[in-house]
C-alpha cells in the first residue's frame, strides 16, 4: 500500500453551477486522482483543498516557537505548531504528492504559500549545519514523487517559452519540491484559459489526458510507491 496525498490551491470550485467557473487545475488534479484510486483502490488517501480553506500564515510567535527546543515549548507553543505538525505528517507519509496550482500573478497562490510555509521548516524538513559551507540547508525528508499541476490564462512559460522569464510558479515549486522529499518530477500544465480559443481546448484536453496516461503508468509500474519517511521530534 502506499499513500497519496493530493493538494489543491484553486480558488475556484471543481464543479460549479456554470461549468466555465470550473477550476482547470483542480479538474485534471482530480483525474489523475481518479485513475490512480481505479488502478489502486487500496492506496491511502490524504486530501487538502488550500484554495478554499488556506492554512494559517507562520507568525513571529510560530517562530519562536519553531525555535525554542521540544523539551522547553510551552502548551501556547504546541498549539501554536499543530498546523505545521499536521501537515508535515502528512507529507511525510506520502509517497506520491500531486500539487494542482493556477497561476496566479505569475506565481502560486498565496493559500499554497501558507502551505509551504508551514511545511519547510527547521528540525522537521529540513536541517542547518553552517559545516556544509554555502549549502548549509539539507533536506530531511526523500524518495517521493510530485505530480505539479497548473494552468494558466497566458502561455509560453516553460524553457524557451516566448514567456519564460515570467513563469515563477513551476521553478518555484520545483526549489521548494526538495524539502517535501522529492526526487522525482512529472508537470502538466494546461494553458490559454484566457484566450477560450481552440489552443485552450486542445491544451486542457492534453493535460487530461497526460494525467490519466501518467496516473496508469505510475501506479500499475510500481514504481514511486514507497517512500514513506519518519520524521523527528523537533
Ligand atoms: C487573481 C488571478 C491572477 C491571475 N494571474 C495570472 C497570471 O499572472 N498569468 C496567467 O497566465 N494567468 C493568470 N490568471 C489566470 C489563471 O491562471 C487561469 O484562470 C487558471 O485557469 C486558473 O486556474 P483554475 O482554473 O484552476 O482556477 C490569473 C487569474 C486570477 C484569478
Not at 466555465?20 to 488502478?39: M, V
Not at 514511486?224 to 520524521?231: I, T
Request: charged residues 25%; without cysteine; glycine residues 6%.
Amino acid at each position: 500500500m502506499s499513500t497519496l496525498l493530493h493538494v489543491d490551491s484553486s480558488v475556484r470550485g471543481t464543479n460549479n453551477p456554470n461549468p466555465d467557473h470550473d477550476s482547470i487545475s483542480k479538474n485534471i488534479a482530480r483525474r489523475f486522482i481518479d485513475t490512480w484510486q481505479e488502478n489502486r483502490p487500496e492506496d491511502e488517501y490524504i486530501y487538502r483543498d488550500v484554495g478554499v480553506n488556506p492554512p494559517a500564515f507562520i507568525t513571529q510567535e510560530w517562530i519562536g516557537a519553531v525555535f525554542t527546543p521540544v523539551e522547553n515549548r510551552t502548551p501556547a507553543q504546541q498549539e501554536t505548531l499543530a498546523l505545521s505538525d499536521t501537515l508535515i505528517a502528512e507529507v511525510s507519509a506520502a509517497d506520491v504528492l500531486v500539487i494542482s496550482s493556477p497561476m496566479y500573478n505569475y506565481g502560486m497562490p498565496a493559500q499554497l504559500k501558507a502551505w509551504f510555509d508551514q511545511i519547510v521548516r527547521i528540525g522537521k524538513t529540513f536541517d542547518f549545519d553552517l559545516e556544509r559551507g554555502d549549502f548549509p540547508l539539507q533536506p530531511l525528508l526523500s524518495g517521493k514523487t510530485l505530480i505539479i499541476v497548473t494552468s494558466s490564462g497566458e502561455f509560453g512559460f516553460e524553457k524557451g517559452g516566448i514567456r519564460e522569464e515570467s513563469g515563477h510558479l513551476v521553478p518555484h515549486l520545483r526549489t521548494l519540491s526538495k524539502y517535501l522529499g522529492v526526487d522525482t518530477i512529472y508537470e502538466i500544465s494546461a494553458e490559454y484559459q484566457e484566450f477560450g480559443d481552440e489552443r485552450h481546448r486542445v491544451s486542457v484536453a492534453n493535460a487530461k489526458e497526460r494525467a490519466e496516461r501518467l496516473a496508469s503508468e505510475l501506479s500499475l509500474s510500481g514504481q514511486a510507491l514507497s517512500s514513506r519517511n519518519e520524521v523527528t521530534d523537533a
